[in-house]
């Protein structure tokens, strides 16, 4: 079945650091490819998407490029705000489903 | 915009009772899905559906029930609950799931449940 594996936390970085988060999928077909990202105490929203290969996603200063020879994902933020400490989820969409990577802590310090 | 709404946000169940988790959307959306999400597990999906009247089983079913009279509702039941169901649960909706530039899920606020 398809799944998502995405680099493990907890990842802390100071204030303008760059962060990248790995994600990677294995999925039958061409799947879409999402960033969500859940704030403390709140549900999920959509950070970025991308429905098809070498799209690139982009929202908040938040980047990732839809790379199938690879089968990767990647986010990349050049530089991070306290504000975006969060839980980063990796996930595609195949055949109805959405599937989640584990989930990736990131806490930005000042 | 209420958008997804999802109640309780807290619930404490004792072992072998069973409760319903209600979800509601207000956007018209066709399909709606349930997950649970599990410390270091990510979303797993229990249970979802395409349309009213239409569901299918996700990837943890067991011990879950759901049916979808209409549009708007999603109800989950917990049939007879288990401190492996301690968890917390989110209803998600989506305009579509087949058309590539309407597939955004939008979450609730998630229902914290711990059976004892």
């Known amino acids: 079945g398809d799944s998502v594996t995405q680099m493990e936390g907890p990842v802390t970085l100071s204030e303008e650091a760059f962060l990248t988060i790995n994600c990677t999928y294995t999925?039958?077909?061409?799947?879409?490819l999402f960033w969500y990202v859940q704030y403390p105490g709140e549900g999920l929203q959509l950070l970025l998407k991308?429905?098809?290969?070498?799209d690139k996603g982009s929202n908040k200063g938040f980047e990732a490029t839809y790379r199938k020879e690879t089968t990767s994902f990647h986010l990349e933020k050049g530089s991070v705000q306290v504000s975006d400490s969060a839980v980063y989820f990796c996930a595609l969409l195949n055949d109805y489903k959405l599937s989640f990577g584990a989930g990736t802590t990131v806490t930005v310090r000042a | 915009n209420a958008g997804v709404t999802q109640t309780p946000k807290f619930q404490v169940l004792k072992t072998g009772q069973s409760m319903t988790l209600q979800c509601a959307q207000d956007?018209?959306?066709?399909?709606m899905s349930w997950y649970r999400q599990d410390p270091g597990m990510g979303l797993r999906l229990i249970h979802y559906?395409?349309?009213?009247?239409?569901?299918d089983q996700g990837e943890v079913p067991n011990g879950y029930n759901v049916s979808r009279s209409t549009t708007e509702d999603f109800p989950l039941r917990l049939l007879s609950a288990a401190p492996s169901q301690t968890s917390v649960y989110f209803c998600?909706?989506?305009?579509?799931?087949?058309?590539?530039?309407?597939?955004?899920?939008?979450f609730g606020q998630g229902t914290r449940l711990t059976v004892v």
């Open positions: 999925a039958t077909g061409y799947p879409s």
């Open positions: 956007m018209n959306h066709e399909y």
């Open positions: 998600a909706s989506s305009y579509s799931f087949t058309d590539r530039l309407n597939t955004e899920a939008f």
């Open positions: 559906s395409v349309g009213a009247g239409i569901t």
């Open positions: 991308a429905t098809k290969a070498d």
